[in-house]
């Protein structure tokens, strides 16, 4: 499987890219807020992007399929985003218009009004998404939009690996500390990250 692709960003089209990789053109579908993040970057410069490989089935054929996402973040709402049922890859891309942030907070939020304006989302559907992914995906929530995450080395207990959450959605350090210790001395049953996480979201909800 095809887990990243780094080449020359050869043409920009209305739901893809074209990359250059090793003199191979790899044509990579995108969402609305990937192409939103591109728009300033030249044709012809390098850029990487985590991809998503699957194969869409067409009569007589398997049809392989790369879709791009600017970090491991969005690529992961968008592998929760698939798991709600009558929601496919191809649906998903097209769905995911607007900022990750916002789209996560709606569905927290239970804002099925706002879910229904995403292309392809029907009422009933955004109310599937709503049951499916409530409380799940709070660190969503806090992504700063417009960011470009840092690498950073991985942590094993439950607290650094939200700590390097919060600063991949840049997050300063010493905000991030003490969003971690309200959200403990709040519930100090957590017992992994993303239960942590979906906690600091909710705190800062309330602010």
């Known amino acids: 499987m095809i887990s990243t692709l780094k080449g020359r960003l050869m043409e920009?089209?209305?739901?893809c890219l074209l990359l250059e990789v090793g003199g191979i053109g790899y044509e990579v579908q995108v969402a609305n807020t990937a192409l939103n993040e591109l728009k300033n970057i030249p044709e012809g410069q390098e850029i990487e992007l985590v991809t998503f490989h699957y194969y869409a089935s067409e009569p007589s054929k398997s049809v392989p399929v790369l879709i791009g996402f600017m970090n491991e973040i969005e690529k992961e709402f968008f592998e929760k985003f698939i798991t709600v049922a009558g929601i496919g890859p191809k649906a998903?891309?097209?769905?995911i218009n607007k900022p990750i942030s916002e789209i996560a907070r709606a569905i927290d939020s239970g804002d099925v009004v706002s879910l229904k304006?995403?292309?392809g989302i029907g009422e009933q559907r955004a109310r599937e998404i709503i049951a499916k992914l409530q409380n799940k995906i709070g660190k969503?929530?806090?992504i700063q939009d417009g960011f470009k995450p840092d690498d950073i080395a991985p942590k094993e207990d439950i607290e650094k690996e939200a700590m390097q959450v919060l600063v991949q959605?840049?997050?300063k350090k010493q905000q991030a500390q003490d969003m971690i210790k309200s959200a403990i001395d709040?519930?100090?049953?957590?017992s992994t990250s993303e239960e942590l996480l979906n906690e600091v979201y909710r705190q800062r909800k309330q602010l």
């Open 12 to 15: 920009k089209r209305d739901s």
């Open 92 to 95: 998903a891309v097209r769905a």
């Open 117 to 119: 304006s995403l292309p």
């Open 140 to 142: 969503f929530g806090l």
């Open 169 to 171: 959605l840049q997050y």
């Open 186 to 190: 709040r519930n100090p049953d957590i």
